[in-house]
């Protein structure tokens, strides 16, 4: 079997005693789709802020590609081919949408060669294929402060996709979207699952059911249950934790 | 199509350019070989001083309107290249041995150490761009390194002037104290209060404002630049694409802080005084309020900001010597109420709408983001089609 692409062994980060994950195990194979459900406060955001270098881990190690992490700040992180994207959109608001991706796409992140080296064509060629890709050719030289909401989050994952990162963690991707801009998304990153590792962190029940083939439920910062979405959907601690009290809600 | 369209927007692009470089070297012609049969002596050497202080606008502009560095601090960068400058033209008239009228005063007998090197002039010239350079890199790195951003850099650069205002204020017998240097006689074998000497400094000026200009422009076009912006807006995104922006911070900070000494030498060459003054708080954030008037962002605002207001300064202090400072807090007031992206801001979106109202160019649109919509355009352009 290959390398596992992340494996996460007894994970905790506690902050001033609050333990916001609490021993939590964790792995993906290669080319994974996963997506992790759980209710609010159950960890999710932590858990992707220490894979990507954010937060550091109390105890235990998260390791990727066989790498530990822990020694590695956000931007080495990004370098070693991972690729997070927020819960709001975050894009740079006064570039241009190819601007966006220009900053994203450059090769050599060091300060030298992004003063002094011209845009290589092929990163142009790349630029406009994912232009195509999200769908914002004729918005490309658009400032990105005026994109609509659902064209900001598809803008952001393209943002993602020119870093060229083996693992995409996305968190909430459809939040706040209409539901023919949800399908939009989907389908994206289901296509992008073709040859990207993915982690998807969301609340949408019907959202889930479409992209996922492995789900994992956090709760109270801890692994509750892992398995296909069936699995998941019918297992009785997940409906007391977490789509119980959603039907509630509805 | 699409590369086509790329090829063409290259050419236009440099076509622009061009125009751009034409423009800047014919308004830096015209106030070389024209302004001076306009306006002479006292107004001429005026306008000097205040082209030396555009290139610190610039300085400021570079790391506020584009990398979002709120710096509080400049007049110190601004006063080591005066001091540097200031340094050597006390020590070229003297003969060897003799020492500055003020060391004599306060009897210093022999030539503190590093005062020595600026006997050179090529040494003093350097130092103008890298004592500043070196200090701004130095502070910026330990500073951005432990991301202290927002007010908390700006508090920092205020604190900044303050430790160095009272350390050049207190060296009395290191730097004549509140005094300053001053009484320049001779530099490079001229005497400086010569008008030839003088317009060689004024032409100068000009030469590096353009300089200066041409360096700003280079660096925030292009994807230094985009980054630059980047860093503005949203730091840990830029972090979280695999950028390390404390490096980044760091060069630009070291730029802004050399530019801002040759701005205080130029300044300094013509005014025929430094002091500590210089390292006043006010002074630095009246740096900022220039660029604010100008207009954030934009290279010609900071340049005009920084005309405007001194003019209007120096117009309004001859004829209310009182008042100028209530007029210089309504001005800022006013900008950051009414005009928020300065006079330049205004003039790129009101001011052309009221241009079109005027002479009834353009049409007005009844849905304007009907109008901006690219996706309406080229539907558009395709049913004509």
Redesign the interface.
């Known amino acids: 079997m290959a390398e596992k692409i992340l494996e996460i062994n007894n994970l905790t980060v506690s902050f001033d005693g609050f333990k916001a994950l609490n021993n939590l195990n964790f792995s993906m194979e290669p080319g994974e789709l996963r997506v992790i459900i759980g209710p609010n406060g159950a960890g999710k955001t932590t858990f992707l802020d220490v894979i990507t270098g954010k937060t550091k881990p109390t105890i235990g190690t998260v390791a990727f590609k066989g790498k530990d992490l822990r020694k590695f700040s956000e931007h080495q992180v990004a370098l070693l081919g991972i690729g997070r994207k927020f819960q709001t959109p975050r894009i740079y608001l006064n570039l241009t949408t190819r601007e966006n991706f220009e900053i994203a796409c450059n090769r050599n992140k060091n300060i030298f060669s992004t003063l002094f080296a011209k845009i290589p064509s092929q990163e142009k060629q790349t630029i406009a294929g994912l232009l195509e890709t999200v769908g914002l050719t004729a918005k490309a030289d658009m400032k990105a402060a005026l994109l609509s909401h659902g064209e900001k989050q598809r803008l952001e994952i393209g943002m993602l996709v020119a870093q060229s990162p083996d693992l995409l963690l996305v968190d909430e991707p459809v939040a706040g979207l209409t539901d023919e801009e949800t399908e939009n998304v989907g389908s994206l990153l289901l296509a992008l699952a073709e040859s990207h590792s993915i982690v998807v962190i969301e609340h949408d029940m019907e959202f889930v059911r479409q992209i996922a083939k492995q789900v994992t439920v956090l709760h109270e910062g801890t692994v509750l249950c892992e398995g296909n979405f069936e699995e998941v959907q019918n297992d009785p601690r997940v409906i007391e934790v977490y789509l119980g009290s959603q039907e509630e809600h509805e | 199509m699409?590369i086509n369209l790329?090829n063409r927007l290259k050419g236009k692009s440099k076509n622009n350019l061009l125009i751009e470089a034409g423009i800047v070297v014919g308004i830096a012609l015209v106030l070389i070989l024209i302004v001076p049969l306009l306006v002479q002596g006292f107004r001429l050497n005026m306008l000097g001083r205040f082209l030396a202080l555009a290139i610190a606008a610039l300085a400021i502009d570079l790391i506020w309107g584009y990398t979002g560095l709120l710096s509080l601090g400049h007049g110190v960068f601004f006063a080591l290249g005066g001091y540097a400058i200031a340094m050597h033209l006390q020590l070229a008239p003297l003969a060897p041995g003799t020492l500055p009228e003020f060391m004599n005063l306060y009897g210093v007998t022999e030539l503190p150490f590093f005062w020595q090197p600026f006997a050179s002039f090529g040494f003093s010239a350097i130092a103008v761009l890298v004592i500043p350079l070196l200090l701004g890199a130095a502070l910026g790195y330990l500073v951005f390194r432990n991301r202290i951003r927002g007010v908390y850099f700006s508090i920092l650069t205020q604190a900044a002037t303050i430790v160095f205002f009272n350390f050049f204020n207190g060296q009395q017998k290191l730097f004549n104290g509140t005094n300053g240097l001053t009484n320049y006689k001779t530099i490079l074998g001229a005497s400086v209060s010569e008008p030839q000497t003088q317009f060689v400094f004024y032409t100068l000026t000009i030469v590096f404002l353009a300089a200066t200009y041409a360096l700003c422009r280079w660096?925030t076009s292009?994807?230094?630049g985009?980054?630059l912006?980047?860093i503005?807006?949203?730091e840990?995104?830029?972090?979280?694409?695999?950028?390390?922006?404390t490096?980044?911070k760091v060069?630009v900070f070291g730029i802004s802080a050399a530019l801002a000494g040759l701005s205080g030498a130029m300044f300094t060459i013509q005014t025929g005084l430094i002091s500590p003054r210089a390292m006043d708080i006010a002074f630095s954030i009246e740096m900022v309020i220039w660029v604010a008037v100008g207009g954030r962002a934009s290279l010609v605002g900071a340049i005009l900001g920084a005309l405007v207001v001194n003019f209007g300064k120096s117009l309004l202090s001859e004829q209310f010597p009182d008042i100028w400072l209530f007029f210089q807090g309504a001005l800022f007031l006013i900008v950051v109420t009414v005009l928020p992206d300065g006079l330049i801001g205004w003039l790129r979106t009101e001011g052309m709408n009221l241009l079109d109202k005027i002479f009834g160019g353009k049409h007005i649109a009844t849905y304007p983001s009907l109008e901006?919509d690219?996706?309406v355009q080229?539907e558009r352009e395709t049913l004509n089609k």
């Open positions: 699409v790329g660096l292009g994807r230094f985009k980054l912006v980047a503005r807006d949203d840990s995104r830029v972090r979280f694409s695999g950028y390390n922006p490096g980044f060069v901006e690219p996706e080229r």
